[in-house]
């Protein structure tokens, strides 16, 4: 691993003079490789919207591989990958079509695993501020049976926001609560 990190570092300052690449649907640089291998090598921890928007290979994890993605993309030597925000729990599964939104965008929420029974007790999809108290949600939806995807509004304004899902319905609560997955509007870093 010490190996890897050291390649990476010497192809970062290699590459440290290139432009920052466009990607499909967020922009990279050197410096964000960079910060990816200061996590894994411990010495910083990612922001929960770094680990959204820096999982390029959609593995649910944050390591070289993904700086090694960034390095190749800010190189030219290949299209940045989409970024899908994947997160899961059990047999439930939320997958976000990407981790920044410009406001009132339509984001696609891919929810599978639910049951009929699931919903009949009221799990809810629901939209908060990036670490707001369960009670304090912006927006609910009602998710699918099986798999299917929603339609939700992003917020209209910028900022870190999360994506949560709840076993049961109104009122929220710690026990209801099965997951949370991070997105940004207009690029909060
Ligand atoms: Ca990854």
């Known amino acids: 691993m010490k190996k890897i990190v050291s390649s990476l570092l010497i192809a970062i300052m290699i ?11 967020i922009t990279y640089s050197t410096s964000d490789a960079m910060t990816i291998l200061r996590d894994v090598a ?48 059990g047999d ?26 699931d919903i009949n007790i009221g799990a809810t999809i629901a939209v908060y501020n990036s670490g707001a ?23 209209s304004r910028n900022g870190v926001f999360e994506l949560r899902l709840y076993s049961t319905g109104s009122p929220f609560r710690e026990e209801s609560f099965i997951m949370s997955i991070t997105f940004t509007v207009g690029g909060a870093r």
Do not use: C, W
Request: net charge negative.
């Open 42 to 89: 411990g010495t910083m921890s990612l922001t929960p919207q770094q680990r959204t928007r820096f999982d390029l290979n959609n593995d649910g994890d944050i390591t070289t591989a993904d700086a090694l993605i960034i390095l190749r993309v800010v190189a030219g030597l290949q299209e940045a990958p989409e970024v899908t925000p994947t997160v899961s729990e």
């Open 15 to 25: 590459l440290s003079s290139a432009l920052p690449a466009a990607a499909s649907n």
């Open 133 to 155: 108290a369960h009670k304090d949600s912006l927006m609910t939806r009602t998710p699918p049976v099986g798999e299917g995807v929603i339609e939700i509004p992003a917020p």
């Open 92 to 117: 439930f599964t939320v997958i976000l079509n990407k981790p920044d939104y410009v406001r009132n965008e339509t984001m696609q929420v891919t929810v599978s695993g639910l049951t009929q029974r």
